[in-house]
């Protein structure tokens, strides 16, 4: 969904649901909010400057990569992955598939602070190219998507997808993600595997 889309969406809503003098005012300015919006939609195809960004961290040729949604407002501030209560949760995922946090890559798939929604489409978008360089540039042997808008930015780069930082995780799928880190380092290839109920398996050399 663009911003554009998201907001004429809102428009809508406030037409069925706010009385009519409500919605008088906030169709009364709706045209310049609409036209900020598209111009917003043109200008993020544009490369945004790197230092406005949440750098992907973590060494080269590491086990695995992490990649989730956006960052907070502590990733912003410390422009580094996964601060404070997100970091929280990665490193109690971390510790349910028995790996430090040295051995991993960390990002986002749109590396910036994003608060109360989802990244709208030219964000993703915008950035998909960047993750790519940069997870190119790191290497990892196994790289996860945490939810939709990283797998959605990923593509078929995304090895396994879990859900969301924060919800509760699928035994089943974790221990095959759990399995797979345990043959990478012992030098085998990785098994991509994805979260459906039968459970199909994909065996792939990388």
């Known amino acids: ?43 993020s195809k544009e490369t945004l400057p790197s230092e406005t960004l949440i750098p992907v961290v973590g060494a080269k040729n590491s086990t695995i990569a992490f990649i989730g949604t956006a960052g907070s407002i502590e990733d912003g501030a410390a422009k580094k992955p996964y601060q404070a209560v997100l970091g929280e949760e990665l490193e109690s995922l971390l510790k349910s598939l028995d790996i ?13 602070v994003i608060l109360a929604r989802k990244p709208f489409a030219e964000e993703i978008n915008l950035h998909k190219d960047w993750l790519t360089d940069q997870l190119t540039a790191k290497s990892p042997k196994i790289i996860v998507a945490l939810g939709e808008v990283a797998k959605q930015a990923l593509g078929d780069k995304a090895d396994f997808v879990l859900d969301d930082l924060g919800y509760q995780q699928n035994a089943e799928y974790l221990n095959h993600l759990k399995k797979t880190i345990q043959e990478v380092k012992s030098g085998k290839p990785v098994r991509k ?14």
């Open 100 to 112: 430090n946090r040295e051995e991993t890559v960390l990002g986002y798939a749109v590396p910036t």
């Open 1 to 43: 969904v663009s911003m554009v889309d998201y907001l004429k969406e809102a428009m809508d809503l406030a037409k069925t649901r706010l009385p009519g003098w409500a919605y008088a005012l906030i169709r009364k300015n709706s045209e310049s909010i609409l036209k900020e919006a598209s111009l917003s939609t043109e200008a």
């Open 193 to 206: 595997v994805d979260q459906k109920p039968e459970w199909h398996l994909l065996v792939q050399s990388k």
